[in-house]
């Protein structure tokens, strides 16, 4: 999550820039051309540019699948089994994708953050897997039910979007000001998108949502090394495993688990 942050502030930074496009009229016989600015920031957007077809491919040489036209972010032709062949599947397994990864993206900052406070002395005794069995300001069944209360309705308002785009839009509504079309899984406007990184040229659109969507990826990677190492190793703190890793590669490393100690 943070490197998704970071990396939309550093792009949000670069990309707020003018753009030229040369436009042609005929008046009385006589051509004239004019140069327009656009300032991107400004725009809305409701699309994404497609990625070009020369764009890079998860293998070197490789051609994607007619299917992978470059329309999704983080597009890199890699369907080997061809799962997303059938359009509609494709479409859920992209949403399914996104959300994955932005749970991913908030486990591993929810599990991360706790873990450097407690070095630095402001909790004790904090270990991410067996969290869940604490004692906390709620008894675990209303915990529970609450959870439940509140996940499902804003997993029955997802379904809805994803079944009709646009159906629960809750953006204001404003004399004389163009509301954004939000897209399935970007709901975007003024309470997901404040700062209007979302807005702007197609371009940098999809920019974004590439890096958010291999930012998701590289988390839910992470989340499943965490796992591993909190069952295989000695250690259930993701820090202090990476910390013997740099001291020690050679011997301490995801083989070694499998050894005897």
């Known amino acids: ?3 998704a942050i970071a990396s939309s502030l550093a792009l949000s930074t670069s990309r707020v820039q003018n753009a030229r496009g040369t436009f042609s009229s005929r008046l009385g ?13 400004k725009e809305v957007s409701s699309v994404c540019e497609p990625l070009p077809p020369d764009r890079p491919m998860w293998f070197p040489g490789t051609s994607p699948p007619e299917w992978l036209d470059g329309t999704l972010p983080g597009d890199f032709g890699f369907d080997p089994l061809g799962l997303g062949s059938d359009p509609e599947t494709l479409r859920w ?13 908030l486990a591993v900052t929810g599990i991360l953050i706790p873990e450097c406070l407690e070095r630095l002395g402001f909790i004790e005794n904090y270990s991410w897997y067996d969290a869940g069995s604490r004692e906390y300001f709620a008894d675990s069944t209303t915990l529970f039910v609450a959870q439940l209360v509140l996940m499902g309705w804003a997993e029955g308002r997802r379904w809805a979007d994803f079944i009709k785009p646009g159906s629960v839009d809750i953006e204001p509504q404003y004399p004389h ?12 406007g ?7 990184w979302g807005r702007g040229s197609p371009d940098p659109v999809m920019v974004m949502r590439t890096k958010e969507i291999k930012n998701g990826r590289l988390a839910m990677l992470a989340f499943v090394g965490f796992c591993f ?16 890793h740099l001291a ?6 995801v083989f070694s688990a499998f050894t005897s100690q």
């Open 1 to 3: 999550m943070a490197l």
């Open 29 to 41: 016989g006589r051509t004239s051309e004019r140069v327009v600015v656009i300032r991107a920031g």
């Open 93 to 105: 397994f992209a949403q399914a994708e996104l959300i994955h990864s932005r749970w991913a993206m």
């Open 177 to 188: 000001k163009v509301n954004p079309k939000p897209d399935v899984g970007y709901p975007g």
């Open 190 to 196: 003024l309470w997901f998108d404040p700062m209007m």
């Open 229 to 244: 190492q909190a069952n295989y190793s000695a250690s259930k703190d993701p820090i202090e495993n990476l910390m013997a």
């Open 248 to 253: 020690d590669p050679g011997h301490c490393n």
